[in-house]
């Protein structure tokens, strides 16, 4: 188990001017590094797009220590349809929830000292009113599943993850890969999980030589792959190896081989101005208003 680590969760973003101000002046996060690709992914990271497109890492640290959130954007694409799949992000931070208020945000309080708001895109955010700590103050992404019993079985059983707790009456399950990590809620919907167009996915590191044996395991078990051990380019970084699964509910999870992608997520002091300049030269948007056409939705 101590052997992975939980890295982050992708949202597929419509507007990056919007959400960039959400992630950086209301959750106050920073923008670590951001990448731009002229085609689409092997491995599908942004989607079953062929075109241009972006990926902002943002968080409040370092990706070797913090749980953050991959922003990926679809030049083409103007906006996604939200499912039921994903069920939020738990952060502590009382500075977020004061940002929220400064900034007019639809904020809704919630019982325990709890806040939810919602990010562009429709992606909800849980809010503790608590300091936010000099640790990882990411605490839960919570991800719905249509049978608690049958995900605990793959994703503690098959995947390692270990079960911190579960309540049997509200039908969820919190589990991890450490003590200090970010850890995933299951929650029963007692139905099918719909994923929309704007699908996310779940990403995990691990030493390079355990990839061929996830691999492996889920073949043995009759599991879902939806991408075989495949090296992943980036301009002008690391090459890293991936395999993606899914789980019995669809739900898409990456697991990378760590020894690269530590060399891969380097934090660039430049990413913010990166991220601004590519918002900058995206015409995207003024194209599609000239042509009096809307943006695409996926």
Not at 78 to 99: E, M
Not at 158 to 168: A, N, P, T, V, W
Not at 240 to 251: E, K, S, W
């Amino acid at each position: 188990m101590g052997s992975k680590r939980a890295l982050h969760y992708v949202l597929k973003v419509g507007n990056r001017g919007q959400t960039a101000r959400f992630y950086r002046e209301l959750l106050g996060m920073k923008v670590l590094r951001h990448e731009e690709f002229e085609e689409g992914c092997k491995a599908t990271c942004n989607g079953p797009y062929d075109g241009k497109w972006s990926k902002t890492m943002i968080g409040y640290g370092s990706e070797d220590s913090h749980f953050v959130v991959e922003l990926t954007y679809n030049y083409g694409v103007g906006q996604y349809r939200v499912g039921n799949d994903f069920l939020g992000i738990t952060i502590q931070s009382s500075q977020a929830v004061q940002h929220a208020r400064q900034m007019k945000w639809l904020l809704a309080e919630l019982p325990g000292g709890l806040f939810e708001v919602v990010a562009p895109g429709g992606y909800t955010f849980y809010l503790e009113d608590k300091d936010q700590p000099k640790t990882d103050p990411v605490r839960r992404v919570a991800l719905a599943v249509s049978d608690l019993q049958k995900s605990l079985h793959y994703w503690s059983s098959l995947l390692g993850m270990k079960i911190y707790s579960k309540d049997e009456t509200k039908k969820n399950a919190l589990l991890g890969y450490g003590d200090n990590q970010c850890k995933l809620e299951l929650q029963d919907i007692g139905g099918p999980v719909d994923h929309g167009t704007a699908f996310g996915r779940i990403a995990f590191a691990c030493p390079k030589d355990e990839l061929p044996n996830i691999e492996a395991k889920m073949k043995k078990e009759n599991q879902k792959i939806l991408t075989p051990l495949v090296s992943l380019d980036t301009p002008g970084k690391a090459t890293v190896q991936v395999v993606i699964l899914a789980d019995p509910d669809g739900h898409e999870i990456c697991f990378v081989g760590d020894e690269a992608f530590q060399e891969l997520s380097h934090t660039d002091p430049t990413a913010d101005k990166l991220l601004n300049d590519a918002m900058d030269a995206d015409k995207s948007a003024e194209w599609f208003a000239k042509h009096s056409r809307q943006k695409p939705s996926a």
